[in-house]
Nanobody, 123 residues
Framework: EVQLQASGGGSVQAGGSLRLSCAAS????????IGWFRQAPGREREGVSC????????YYIGSVKGRFTISRDKTKRTVYLQMNSLKPEDTAIYYC????????????????WGQGTQVTVSS
């Protein structure tokens, strides 16, 4: 069974940091780009960042560039999202999924989202 489980969320003050983890199982990890997505209350889910499977190229939406860093550990089948300088507008439930990275970060492949992890940033 394909599973992508996000974890590591929490509540922090503006300017703080969190590291999210996405544990993948049930598919050939090396064959898929993995993306991080977020959904804030009353808003559509948006692609935040993506890491390519072949060359490890990384992609970010403009609002998180320079603050977030995505990485993957193939031995652990895990993708990370290091989030620094967090802002209240980063508050959302964060999900990971198999993805395409270009032209925008979009879910692709298995259509599995998991439960997500809540990130709350207070001002």
């Amino acid at each position: 069974e394909v599973q992508l489980q996000a974890s590591g969320g929490g509540s922090v003050q503006a300017g703080g940091s969190l590291r999210l983890s996405c544990a993948a199982s049930g598919f050939t990890f090396d064959d898929y780009a993995i993306g991080w997505f977020r959904q804030a209350p009353g808003r559509e889910r948006e692609g935040v960042s993506c890491i390519d499977s072949s060359d490890g190229a990384t992609y970010y939406i403009g609002s998180v560039k320079g603050r977030f860093t995505i990485s993957r550990d193939k031995t652990k089948r895990t993708v990370y999202l290091q989030m620094n300088s967090l802002k209240p507008e980063d508050t959302a439930i964060y999900y990971c999924a198999t993805s395409t990275c270009l032209p925008v970060v979009a879910a692709a492949g298995f259509g599995r989202w998991g439960q997500g992890t809540q990130v709350t940033v207070s001002s």
